[in-house]
């Protein structure tokens, strides 16, 4: 399956998207600065999908691909912890019922954490979430 191929295909159906392509990768620009990037990597080990500076690596392309346009809808938001200005940590969230619910985290090893915490949530409004 050509991945970035299906990710173009689907992306035809939202004139209103931008995205960069590469021979390995393609990112979803965000409309605002209310959203993130959605990116997909292709390697030699499978993909990597990044939700600014999140990321999850998938060996199957289906799963890959769902992850991708979870992170372009409604039903995701991410959670970026800054400490300072820096930004230290990212939790993606998924909707259920009227409650948002952590899926997954990433984050940094080495914070500046003498620094003043502050929360962002940051949510792409392509898709709307069935």
Same mark, same amino acid.
């Given at each position: 399956?050509?991945? #970035? =191929? /299906?990710? $173009? =295909?689907?992306?035809? $159906? &939202?004139?209103?998207?931008?995205?960069? /392509?590469?021979? *390995?990768?393609?990112?979803?620009?965000?409309? !605002? !600065?209310?959203?993130?990037?959605?990116?997909?990597? #292709?390697?030699? =080990? *499978? &993909?990597?999908?990044?939700?600014?500076?999140?990321? /999850?690596?998938?060996?199957?392309?289906?799963?890959?691909? !769902?992850?991708?346009?979870?992170?372009?809808?409604?039903?995701?938001?991410?959670?970026? @912890? &800054?400490?300072?200005?820096? %930004?230290?940590?990212?939790? @993606?969230?998924? $909707? %259920?019922? !009227?409650?948002? @619910?952590?899926?997954? /985290?990433? *984050?940094? #090893?080495?914070?500046?954490?003498?620094?003043? %915490?502050? #929360? @962002? &949530?940051? %949510?792409?409004?392509?898709?709307?979430?069935?």
């Amino acid at each position: 399956m050509d991945v #970035i =191929a /299906e990710i $173009k =295909a689907r992306l035809a $159906k &939202y004139p209103e998207a931008r995205f960069a /392509e590469t021979p *390995g990768s393609i990112e979803v620009l965000p409309r !605002d !600065d209310t959203g993130f990037p959605v990116t997909m990597n #292709i390697t030699a =080990a *499978g &993909y990597t999908v990044h939700f600014s500076g999140w990321n /999850e690596d998938f060996k199957s392309p289906e799963e890959a691909l !769902d992850c991708f346009a979870f992170g372009l809808s409604t039903g995701c938001r991410l959670r970026v @912890v &800054y400490r300072g200005a820096m %930004q230290t940590k990212w939790t @993606v969230e998924g $909707k %259920q019922d !009227d409650a948002w @619910v952590a899926d997954s /985290e990433t *984050g940094l #090893i080495f914070v500046p954490f003498w620094r003043p %915490q502050r #929360i @962002v &949530y940051l %949510q792409n409004r392509l898709v709307l979430a069935t």
